[in-house]
C-alpha cells in the first residue's frame, strides 16, 4: 500500500511545487532515472537485490511495484528536485542534495520497516545509503552534464555487478 500512497504523493507535490509548465527540459533526466531502474531489472531479474513482494503491496508482484514507482514518483520528484535547485550558492546546493538524499532514504527505511522492500543477496540499507548518496548528484549531474552522467553510470553499474557478483555474464 506504501508505494502507491508515496506515489500519489509525490504527484501532489510534483503539482505543488514542481515545474509543470516546463516538464520537457526535465524529460531526459526522467529517462535516464528510469532506464537506470530498468537496467536493473534487467540485470537482476533472476537475482535481485531488492524487490517489492505481492504482500503486503497491492500490486501483484515486484515488476508491477516497480513499474508504478518508475512512472509516478520518479517524473514527479525530478519536476520538483531538478526545478527547485538552487543557484549559484554552494552552501544552500549541498544542503539541498543533502535533504534530497535523507528524503529518499526516508522513504526507503519506511518501506523496509512495513514488509514493502525486501533485500537479498547481500544488499542492505548501508548499501542503499551509498547508493542513494550517489544516485541523488547523479540525476543532477544528467540534467546538467548528461554525457558525464552516463561515463560515470558505467563503471559504477560494472562495480555492482561485480561487487554482488550478479550472475549477468554467467551462461545457465
Known amino acids: 500500500m506504501f508505494p502507491i500512497i508515496i506515489g500519489f504523493v509525490a504527484i501532489l507535490c510534483a503539482w505543488k511545487w514542481g515545474d509543470w509548465k516546463n516538464w520537457i527540459q526535465y524529460l531526459s533526466t526522467i529517462q535516464y532515472f528510469i532506464i ?27 515488476l508491477f511495484n516497480n513499474l508504478f514507482l518508475m512512472f509516478t514518483l520518479y517524473p514527479s520528484t525530478m519536476l520538483v528536485y531538478l526545478y527547485r ?3 549559484n550558492h554552494l552552501i544552500k546546493q549541498i544542503l539541498y542534495i543533502l535533504s534530497w538524499i535523507i528524503l ?14 525486501v533485500y537479498s543477496h547481500g544488499w542492505t540499507f548501508g ?3 551509498v547508493f542513494v548518496c550517489v544516485m541523488v548528484p547523479m540525476l543532477l549531474l544528467h540534467y546538467k552534464h548528461p554525457g558525464w552522467a552516463y561515463v560515470l ?14 550472475p549477468v555474464f554467467k551462461a545457465k
Request: net charge negative; with cysteine.
Open 104 to 117: 529518499w532514504l526516508i522513504f526507503e527505511l519506511i518501506m523496509i520497516l512495513y514488509g514493502n522492500c
Open 36 to 62: 537506470g531502474d530498468m537496467l536493473y531489472n534487467l540485470l537482476t531479474w533472476d537475482f535481485p537485490l531488492w524487490s517489492y513482494p505481492r504482500s503486503p503491496n497491492l500490486l501483484p508482484n515486484h
Open 127 to 129: 548499501w542503499s545509503v
Open 153 to 166: 553510470s558505467v563503471p559504477i553499474i560494472i562495480f555492482l555487478i561485480l561487487w554482488f557478483e550478479v
Open 85 to 87: 535547485f538552487p543557484k
